[in-house]
Nanobody
Framework: QLQLVESGGGLVQPGGSLRLSCTAS????????IGWFRQAPGKERGGVSC????????NYADSLKGRFTISRDHAKNTVYLQMNSLKPEDTAVYFC???????????????WGKGTLVTVSS
C-alpha cells in the first residue's frame, strides 16, 4: 500500500512553533512535488506550501507572510513544514500530498496523507 503519513501536529500556544513531517511509505518522493494543505474547522481545504521535486522551487500562500518554511530530505524520504509564530487562525488539519505532475494541484494529487491536527490556543 502506497501512502503518505503526516506527523508533528499537536497543541501549541500562540507564537509557538511546530515542525510537521510528511513521510512516504512504499515509494520514493524524489519524483513528486509535495504540497501542504490545511482545512480549518468549518472551512474548505486550502493550499499552504509546495516544494518541487528537487527542492529548487518553493511557494507559499501569501497570507502566511513568511512564517512557514517547507523543505525536503531525500535521504529520509520526508518533506517538512516548519511553522513559526503560530496564530489561532492556523488551527487546522494539515495534509501533505504528492504530485507526480510536478505541480501542487489539490485535485490532481496522486497521494494524500490522512492529516495531522494542529491546534493553536492559549
Amino acid at each position: 500500500q502506497l501512502q503518505l503519513v503526516e506527523s508533528g501536529g499537536g497543541l501549541v500556544q500562540p507564537g509557538g512553533s511546530l515542525r510537521l513531517s510528511c513521510t512516504a511509505s512504499g515509494f520514493t518522493l524524489d519524483y513528486y512535488a509535495i504540497g501542504w494543505f490545511r482545512q480549518a474547522p468549518g472551512k474548505e481545504r486550502g493550499g499552504v506550501s509546495c516544494i518541487s521535486r528537487h527542492g529548487g522551487s518553493v511557494n507559499y500562500a501569501d497570507s502566511l507572510k513568511g512564517r512557514f518554511t517547507i523543505s525536503r530530505d531525500h535521504a529520509k524520504n520526508t518533506v517538512y513544514l516548519q511553522m513559526n509564530s503560530l496564530k489561532p487562525e492556523d488551527t487546522a488539519v494539515y495534509f501533505c500530498a504528492a504530485h507526480r505532475s510536478g505541480y501542487c494541484r489539490p485535485i490532481g494529487a496522486d497521494y494524500w496523507g490522512k492529516g495531522t491536527l494542529v491546534t493553536v490556543s492559549s
